[in-house]
């Protein structure tokens, strides 16, 4: 437990530093790296919950593609690689005051409602069959909504960036 | 395992082989501190990738030694189990995934030869790379993709062995496009990449293949995962498979290495590859990475065994790849004029040898000539690159910047007449150890037809270097060779064809040897082409069949014995009067190639000049060698075209038909009922009461303005905001 | 491990993503942002799929992954048509709603 406890520390505190810079550096490049850090971070986060295939699909799908894109999109929109200053835009000021109070009502529900309940620890693997089981069994029709948006997304993602 | 009930000598062991996987390990940390520090040390970088390649080396080599010692400590007919250690490395679902080493004879070889020509295209390169602008990741991506090799070389499961190559392929990809300024060198770049990518799908599908269809029985068996790759060769030969699963797997693992090794019809890769800068053409694009592909169907060897029926059939589909590999590449090598890429094919042709021998069951001499061929090839195109740097000012084109270099080059020009005549299999140069082989075992096992096809190769291979070796060296000085500055010519060439050319002319590079005539490279080029030559002229002699078998040492050393882990396959008993026939041809080829060149290039003879431009038929044949084929136009015209385009059309249609379809009708519904809306209600009810709150609406309105700026941020920081307040507002409210 | 633990790296996760879409002018950066948003939901969800000791929570996490590869696919499809149109993705240049 301890050793769990201390591991879910250091990778929080990664994930939030890795968070603070994607927020706040001025290199968009760094930026899409920073964010690699807090993903990989939270497939870190997953395997601690015993989320295996969670995590699994995390570093796939997010650090494989959607990564990729990042850069590309980087790449492609031509944004300077390298120091930017004007990334920011004027009310980036007005962000922290709303940051800091969202937080702040969320900190307050949270201890208020869970206060120092603990995870169970003999939780038992949720496996992979389980998963399948719940995406083909109760969850049919949302995985059904979900086909179709992907499409969508495809189809709409071709017709959007095509040059003609 | 299963205990043989034979007497078994116990095995010798080493630290070197138990400790074989730190082989990868220091090239990919050696990578590590080139990329992070490389640009701060005083070498920019190089030393470390030689410091690490040099290393790399000797454990290879300490390796090789006790595995000598360890066939030594066994029987004549034991089989020598290799040196497996592994580690777990993750774990899911009850699937458990080691990694580890698994070094036997094979492995080897390979190491060494990885090793060694690493190390001396490192070598090389401090100086044929000097002042380039990316000096440092160059030697960071060259350590790399040594690392890379060296993983799969002994990996002792189909995952790492799958990274190792994955690590390779990215590696081609950046050294490619090392100098990605110019347009053409990141065209071949990435269509390197996507070619062999379209290779390694098959991979993929066929290392998932014997998983799930070995994992059973090897867990079984072996008390090993269906990764392992001893395991899946017992499961291969135990008859257990069912033949049609594992013949899918077979194609499967093969169209990767047809991707890899630039086999028929995945080669168009591999000459465009020659954008990259020499020594990587060297290292990955014909000694080394290439032969992955013959690696890979060398290692799962039992699986293409069981699912071909190799010694079965007079024919399949690895010889037939392999026999048409040979002729259209060499084909295609006599229409070039860029000295590269006439090596390049001739790289592709000799990679068909390689499978050709694999698939006609002829193992060994296939393996061996993967050992040769390295040197022979690896000191040609290092040449080649000599003769660029200090003779024809960055130029690769054999008929306008060269000829007559002997006398000035004579270092560059031995070596380069002693690997031409190695790659034309003449006695006692090593190519004829090793192709001679691979031609005489594939007659033996019953594939006449493709021993003639070998034959054929043989004589269009002697024919097409000779051609070059003339072009290159004999008759008189032309162009920058013979001193003379044409800097036109590099764009001249850039569009003339897929254009490589001119990508030597970069940075200090190309100032630094402008007023200098044509001379001699410095030790730093010449030494790895006489070590090279060296090894051309003398590795054949490592396993000699001709002599008895005394002399069979690689055989002896490398060859798996039969056993569960290891089919049985003979060899073809030697004869002179074979080896003569081959010889016969491989002189033909030469003198008829050599009495063509003099009367085509130096005396310019009438009927020779100009004749493909006069008869039909040759001109048809030129045109088809010249564009290689028409394979480039099918894939990127036809192919890509026929898929990219309908998905267009297809969105469009949905877009035209469909959503427009939707959108009109709910427009049309939308207006009806508005009309009906606007006569009824609005007209009656609303309008009054509008009528009185317009003004006050107009004030806020005016008051509010400001805040509808149409920026998006300013948008997303008021929702935020908002919601941030009303979410304070609810926790107060309900504690 | 507590439960309050992971709850409150995704709050501040989602705070972090949050300060990032208001903040950044780069539309890149803003949809960088808001897949720090999305992770923290995720977060939530497997969090709670552990305490609940059932895989609702997981299924939810792997829609969710789904839902963000489409959105960030046609928002980068978005975000490279202002481009070509605008020669700029900086969100300030973009002000047609102007009231």
Request: net charge neutral; charged share 15%; hydrophobic share 55%.
């Amino acid at each position: 437990m301890v050793a769990q406890n201390i591991g879910f520390a250091i990778i929080a505190i990664i994930m939030v530093i890795g968070a603070l810079r994607v927020v706040t550096t001025s290199n968009v490049v760094h930026a899409a790296l920073w964010l690699v850090v807090v993903l990989a971070g939270a497939a870190a986060q997953y395997i601690l919950l015993a989320a295996e295939f969670v995590a699994i699909t995390q570093v796939l799908v997010y650090i494989g593609a959607v990564m990729v894109l990042f850069l590309f999109g980087t790449m492609l929109t031509r944004s300077r690689i390298g120091r930017d200053s004007g990334l920011n835009n004027s009310y980036a000021k007005l962000g922290i005051p709303v940051a800091v109070v969202l937080f702040v009502a969320m900190a307050l529900a949270l201890s208020k409602s869970f206060g120092t309940e603990k995870l169970p620890s003999d939780g038992s693997l949720v496996t992979t069959q389980q998963i399948s089981d719940q995406i083909f069994g109760p969850y049919l029709l949302p995985f059904w909504a979900l086909s179709f948006v992907l499409l969508a997304a495809v189809i709409g993602a071709i017709v959007l960036a095509r040059k003609d | 395992m299963i205990a043989s009930s034979e007497v078994m000598n116990e095995l010798s062991s080493g630290w070197f082989l138990e400790h074989a996987w730190l082989i990868p390990i220091i090239p990919a940390i050696g990578f590590a501190i080139i990329i992070l520090f490389g640009k701060k040390l005083p070498m920019k970088g190089s030393e470390i990738g030689l410091i690490s390649m040099l290393s790399s080396l000797a454990l290879a080599g300490g390796a090789a030694m006790q595995w000598i010692s360890r066939v030594n400590s066994g029987t004549e007919e034991q089989f020598i189990a290799p040196v497996v250690r592994t580690w777990n490395w993750w774990q899911i679902g009850g699937m458990k995934f080691t990694i580890g080493q698994s070094i036997d004879g094979l492995s080897v070889i390979v190491l060494v030869v990885v090793a060694f020509i690493s190390t001396l295209v490192q070598l090389y390169s401090t100086e044929y790379l000097k002042g380039d602008r990316r000096y440092t990741h160059f030697f960071a991506a060259l350590t790399l993709f040594s690392a890379g090799m060296l993983a799969m070389v002994v990996a002792e499961d189909t995952i790492l062995f799958l990274l190792g190559w994955e690590i390779m392929g990215l590696c081609s990809f950046m050294l490619i496009g090392h100098w990605w300024e110019d347009g053409a060198n990141s065209r071949a770049a990435l269509k390197a990449f996507f070619t062999v990518r379209t290779g390694d799908m098959g991979l993929l599908i066929g290392i998932s293949m014997l998983y799930f269809a070995s994992n059973e029985w090897t867990t079984k068996e072996l008390g090993v995962s269906g990764f392992s790759i001893r395991g899946i060769s017992a499961w291969a030969l135990s008859g257990e498979p069912n033949s049609r699963v594992i013949l899918i797997a077979a194609i499967a693992l093969f169209i990767a290495a047809i991707g890899k090794s630039g086999q028929f019809p995945l080669h168009t890769w591999l000459p465009d590859a020659m954008a990259g800068p020499t020594p990587v053409s060297s290292l990955l694009h014909s000694s080394t990475m290439v032969v992955a592909g013959v690696f890979l169907v060398s290692r799962l060897y039992p699986v293409f065994f069981t699912g071909f029926h190799i010694l079965g059939s007079g024919g399949n589909f690895i010889t037939i790849i392999g026999g048409i590999t040979i002729v259209i590449a060499a084909a295609l090598a006599f229409v070039q004029n860029d000295i590269k890429k006439v090596l390049a094919y001739s790289t592709v042709s000799q990679l068909g040898y390689m499978m050709l021998g694999l698939g006609a069951g002829a193992w060994m001499p296939a393996v061996f000539h993967i050992f040769t061929h390295a040197f022979f090839k690896a000191c040609l195109f290092l040449g080649a690159g000599s003769i660029s740097h200090s003779a024809s000012h960055h130029s690769f084109d054999m008929k306008k910047d060269m000829g007559g270099l002997r006398k000035v080059m004579p270092i560059t020009f031995t070596t380069w007449v002693i690997s031409t005549l190695a790659l034309c299999g003449v006695f006692p140069f090593s190519g004829f150890f090793s192709k001679d082989e691979i031609i005489d075992n594939v007659g033996h096992n019953g594939y006449q037809l493709f021993m003639i096809i070998g034959l054929i190769g043989a004589f269009m291979t002697a024919a097409y270097m000779t051609r070059a070796t003339y072009l290159t060296f004999f008759g008189e000085a032309r162009g920058a060779s013979a001193g003379i500055h044409h800097d036109e010519h590099h764009d001249a060439h850039a569009s003339a064809h897929d254009a490589h050319d001119s990508h030597d002319a970069h940075d200090a590079h190309a100032t630094d040897h402008a007023d200098q005539g044509p001379h001699e490279s410095g030790w730093r080029i010449t030494l790895p082409l006489v070590l090279l030559a060296i090894l051309a002229l003398g590795s054949g002699f490592l396993n000699a069949v001709p002599f008895g078998e005394k002399w069979e040492r690689i055989t002896k050393w490398v060859e798996p014995r039969h056993s569960e882990f290891a089919p049985e396959l003979h060899h073809a008993p030697f004869t002179w009067s074979k080896a003569g026939l081959s010889l016969a041809i491989v002189f033909i080829g030469i003198a008829l190639s050599w009495g063509i060149s003099t009367m085509l290039y130096t005396r310019k003879d009438k009927r020779l000049v100009g004749l493909s431009e006069r008869n039909r038929v040759l001109r048809a044949g030129y045109n088809l060698l010249i564009n290689k084929y028409f394979l480039d136009v099918l894939y990127e015209k036809v192919i890509v075209k026929a898929i990219a385009g309908p998905i267009a059309a297809a969105a469009y249609w949905f877009n035209q038909n469909i959503l427009d379809g939707i959108l009109h009708a709910v427009a049309r519904f939308s207006r009806v009922f508005s009309g009906w809306v606007y006569r009824n209600i609005d007209q009656r009810v609303v309008d009054g009461t509008v009528n009185n709150s317009g003004k006050a609406t107009k004030g806020a309105g005016g008051v509010l303005a400001p805040v509808q700026s149409g920026k998006v941020s300013q948008y997303g920081a008021l929702l935020f905001s908002a919601a941030a307040v009303a979410a304070l507002v609810l926790v107060i409210i309900n504690s | 491990m507590l439960v309050n633990q992971f709850l409150f790296l995704a709050a501040l996760l989602f705070c972090i993503g949050v300060y990032g879409v208001i903040a950044r002018k780069n539309a890149v950066l803003v949809l960088m942002s808001i897949e720090l948003i999305l992770n923290a939901v995720n977060l939530n969800f497997v969090a709670f799929a552990l305490r609940n000791g059932n895989a609702d929570g997981h299924t939810f996490a792997l829609y969710i992954i789904a839902i963000a590869a489409a959105e960030v696919g046609v928002g980068l499809g978005l975000v490279l048509l202002i481009f070509r149109n605008r020669r700029t993705i900086s969100l300030d240049d973009l002000s047609e709603m102007k009231g």
